[in-house]
């Protein structure tokens, strides 16, 4: 498996960081495309 080029990850990430966006607290995982939930360890 190799590693995306730079401008595929920002393609996704940079849209990410806009103020309207409103989801926050989850974590994006870019091989799948999808943000999801996680809990902290305990």
């Known amino acids: 498996m190799t590693l995306p080029h730079p ?3 920002a393609a996704k990430i940079v849209p990410l960081t806009d103020p ?3 989801e ?3 974590l994006f995982v870019f091989r799948e495309d999808k943000l999801k939930d996680y809990r902290l360890p305990e």
Do not use: D, I
């Open 20 to 22: 309207a966006y409103q």
């Open 7 to 9: 401008s595929e990850v």
């Open 24 to 26: 926050s607290g989850r």
